[in-house]
């Protein structure tokens, strides 16, 4: 997969994407990753990228132009026929839809992405109109700028391609991820499995540490038992901390047996 960062501070990712799987998906050719200075696409001898919005307002807004010609530099194919060329252009901005890992795994499945990194208040809304295919947040919070949102993004998606984590078993298995296997009773079939829930607790060794133990049901080699625990205690996390996550998640009348008794402990 090819990722195109668009950015007024290309060094920033000097950092991020030098570390980790990402970096090793790189070395292993599974990812290219390649940032454009917009300063290189303006005409004036300040390099100017800002100016001031049509009806007044606090600070600077990022012009159209070095964003449009930079995007058309890349041979990006038109907005109405990225579909059938499998790429996508995206604006990372608080005002785009929250980043999801269902967001994730639907980008994973893509050739190229191209991240346009907004600073200062904003970016043209002529950007978002007719270039960009969508607009992205990371969360309901203000960053100074898109560059850590698209590293975020990438690190994101990375994880998901074959290959990127080595055992492939290991993006099913995570927190927020749509991809584990089911049983027909509708749960995770593997005993590691979160199904879309917050992670489960984990422990290693030692089995006792300054009087802390370790659960004795994972200790029993019971591996239903232990699904049984994993699961109880995901649920129970992410009533505590992420309540919101249970309308997402598909939940079993197991699941709903142990919410049941985990509220009633609550009373």
Not at 242 to 264: M, T
Request: net charge negative.
């Amino acid at each position: 997969m090819k990722f195109d960062i668009l950015t007024i501070f290309p060094d920033f990712f000097r950092g991020p994407l030098d570390y980790g799987i990402v970096r090793r998906a790189r070395e292993a050719g599974l990812i290219e990753v390649a940032t454009h200075d917009l300063r290189a696409f303006t005409r004036d001898r300040h390099r100017t990228v800002d100016d001031r919005p049509f009806g007044g307002g606090e600070g600077m807004v990022l012009k159209p132009e070095p964003i449009v010609e930079c995007v058309e530099s890349l041979g990006v194919a038109p907005r109405e026929t990225r579909a059938t060329t499998r790429e996508s252009v995206l604006l990372l901005s608080p005002q785009g839809k929250l980043f999801q890992q269902a967001t994730a795994e639907e980008l994973a499945g893509l050739d190229r992405l191209v991240l346009i990194c907004g600073r200062y208040e904003g970016v043209d809304e002529r950007v978002s109109d007719f270039v960009a295919d969508r607009e992205l947040s990371v969360g309901d919070y203000v960053l100074s700028g898109g560059e850590l949102a698209a590293a975020i993004v990438i690190d994101a998606v990375t994880r998901l391609l074959p290959g990127a984590l080595g055992d492939e078993a290991s993006a099913q298995q995570e927190s927020f991820s749509s991809r584990a296997a089911r049983t027909g009773a509708g749960v995770p079939s593997s005993t590691c499995a979160s199904g879309g829930l917050l992670d489960y607790p984990h422990y290693t060794r030692p089995a006792e540490f300054r009087d802390m133990k370790v659960p004795e049901v994972l200790l029993s080699g019971d591996h239903d038992a232990i699904r049984r625990w994993r699961r109880r205690t995901a649920l129970e996390k992410t009533l505590r901390n992420r309540p919101d996550l249970l309308e997402r998640v598909a939940l079993s009348a197991e699941d709903k047996d142990f919410i049941a008794q985990i509220q009633g402990e609550q009373v």
